[in-house]
């Protein structure tokens, strides 16, 4: 019988972890964990996100500012903001929001966020700290793929991975995760030749390539834990993921929903990634989560 992987069970479980730890904080600081997330434009998914995401902050009893900035702010005036965050003693996190609008420079917004607040973990620094297997703030996505897999059990050390998607944001960032933990990884593309046959040698497959049920039964190995990292509409306008679920479902030993997978786990571990970055940034040394 194929195990669906509750992502909302498993969320709401670190999101009280979460909150004990923050009232601890509290209590030693004087004060809340503090994330403050800008947003640039009007896209509405990303206005979507970033509600949900100071929701959950509040819901944890840390502070949460949201600040909203025209689409054509410059890029001096984005770096003005994040300079006085970083001098803000009181903001424990910054999270910029992708996309940003064409004219600013992705990479310049990101490496202007000091290691310490980047709770998205995307400054040069962690990401490097990352694939040295040292301490890092780690991508939200991919860490809450990993704590799936922790949860449903499957035994990743000498497992054969395979990821299908390379993108800054999950594919690269889930490869280094997954070698840490000893797995044998593939990241696989567009461009990778014999993708689903690739795909069906895997023991672990993650796709976070954005394209509505591309993974069918035939991709997956008998037994393999599938993890669906995709947030699409389909013609009928539903949410589905990158994996045809009700295909993949019988013959997947794992598999996670969409919705109700990896996207709360992601909000999450933004949630634990703020706390840990607050209790370093404190000196009070190792934070267990």
Known sequence: ??????????????????????????????????????????????????????RACEEAGMRSAIHRLPADTTQDALSALLDRLMADEAVDGVLVQLPLPAHLDERAVLARIEPSKDVDGFHPANVGALWLGREALVPCTPWGCVRLLDHAGVKLEGARAVIVGRSNIVGKPMAALLIQRSATVTVAHSRTRDLAELCAEADVLIAAVGRAKLVGADWVKPGAAVIDVGINRDAEGKLVGDVDFAAVAPKAGAITPVPGGVGPMTIACLLENTVRAAWRRAGYGALDL
């Open 1 to 54: 019988m194929t195990n669906v992987i509750d992502g909302k069970a498993v969320a709401a479980a670190l999101r009280l972890r979460v909150a004990e730890r923050a009232a601890a904080f509290a209590a030693r600081a004087g004060r809340p964990p503090g994330l403050d997330v800008v947003l640039v434009g009007e896209d509405p998914a990303s206005q979507v996100y970033v509600r949900n995401k100071g």
